[in-house]
């Protein structure tokens, strides 16, 4: 506006270990260490992050996956509560990044996966950015609309797997070595589409945050995503290493608050189902995994899709204005198939009868042959988790919470019987943690000035899992901090 005098300054500023986020479909809540900030200017809200990922399924990619997104947020003009944020997220990898085993410089011409100790995949460079277009709008007194629509660009070049001869005979894998030594792995350049739509309520005690439907494109390629409270991080999707496409997702969020009584109480819910069968990136594995088997799970059909329901419940009591106590129950529970996977080796030759390539698939599925090759598989999955927490005001300038975790997770899997099944059950254990986790966290923030806070943690994890319960489970630690200041 002509006329108007400027208001500019710097908001807020984060450094250190923290979580990013500009809209849901772009990021939401996902780890990384870096900086954050906010611009203000009159009405506009400028936001902006660069870091590098933290946490993950792969350790040796955390520093070199770097981050950066930049936000406009602004009001709809004559609407009071509206807004309109506009954001770009871009993720890329280092191309000449060296940490050790995890990454060679001959990684141009392959990859060998029996190589190291720890098993490490080095992959191309992957690219990801993601566009989106957020939108809050007041409908009536006391219900919004919330919306957003994303355009997504994924790519990442060809290039080539060996296998080692000291791999485990995982038959094509062995016949692969045997042909070439070597296992092209495609090129990836994929652009899509996801939107979510969703209305909230808010009168009296009742506040209900997201109500409403998501879809996302069967190429559509956000690692970070998320929704208030459901961030990929905290629900610990972000260690799978595929990209969440294909799904539709039908959701709940809310709370009732009753504060004159001491209480809160919030509630989530959601229902989860693939639109199209996911495909599944074997060249992200952390560790070396038979190619048939992802070839195989990769014939999957209609009747193979993931369908899961998820539910949450948080109860806040508030014993005085400076203790909270709170108590968390989460349930999740998923199914994949039953189904019927096209798994006949074929073989491709030319006119001499010389072997060209080796194919999963022969484009017809029947379990019914006992002496086929083709695979029935069943996948059912169930995870719960219990946590209790303290938050104390120590001080005018302290807070100091503690929390207490116990999470249970069961897989269970049909995948017919023989090597190739045993194999898959290891796959399976591979995507996910099983058996029984305790997590002890301890965080202190403390206010050092009027506009800077200093964050420190301390978290133990002792790990039970039932596939190596004579074992001696695993007792690990995390520590960090970090510093931000307000304006």
Known sequence: EIGKEKNFKLRALYMGDQSMALTPLTIFGSDMT??????????????????????????????????YGLGLDFPIP?????????????????????????????????ISLGEWSGSYVCDPPERNAVTGLFVI?????????????AHSAYYRDAFNMMYDEGEVDFSITKKYQAMTGWRPVPKIADQDDAFFLSFDYNRGPISISFLGYAHLGSKFASRYFGLPGFSMSSLGLSVIPIQIQGIDLFFIYGNYNKIENHYK????????????????????MSSPMPVNIFDMINNRTNDGRIKALFHQNKLHYYM??????TGEY??????????????????????????????????????????????PLALNFSQKSTNFNLFWRTSKKAEYSVDYKISETLIGLNFGTGGTADTASQLIYELADTGTDFEINHKLKY?????????????????????????????REYYGFSFSMDY
């Not at 509206?82 to 990454?103: C, E, I, P, W």
């Not at 009536?140 to 919330?146: H, L, Q």
């Open 34 to 67: 870096g900086f954050t900030g906010q611009f203000l200017l009159n009405d506009y809200t400028i936001m902006f992050g660069l870091g590098t990922r933290s946490g993950g399924w792969d350790p040796g990619l955390n520093d070199r996956t770097f981050m």
């Open 137 to 149: 709008y007041p409908v009536a007194p006391g219900i919004f609309m919330k919306g957003e629509y």
């Open 320 to 325: 005085t204005d400076k203790i909270t106590l």
């Open 447 to 475: 206010r050092l000035t009027d506009i800077s806070t200093i964050e420190l943690w301390y978290n133990t994890r002792y790990d039970r899992d039932p596939v190596y319960a004579k074992q001696k489970s695993l007792n």
């Open 330 to 375: 989460l349930w999740a529970k998923g199914k994949l198939g039953p189904d019927c996977l096209d798994a006949d080796l074929v073989n491709v030759v030319d006119d001499a009868g010389n072997t060209l390539d080796l194919i999963i698939g022969d484009g017809v599925a029947d379990c019914s042959d006992p002496a086929g090759d083709d695979r």
């Open 265 to 284: 109480w919030e509630f989530a819910a959601a229902k989860i189902e693939e639109n199209e069968p996911m495909y599944l990136d074997w060249s992200q």
């Open 78 to 110: 004559g609407k009071s509560s509206s807004k309109v944020q506009l954001a770009r997220f871009t993720s890329y990898q280092d191309d000449d990044f060296t940490s050790g085993d995890f990454y060679q410089e001959s990684c141009g011409s392959g």
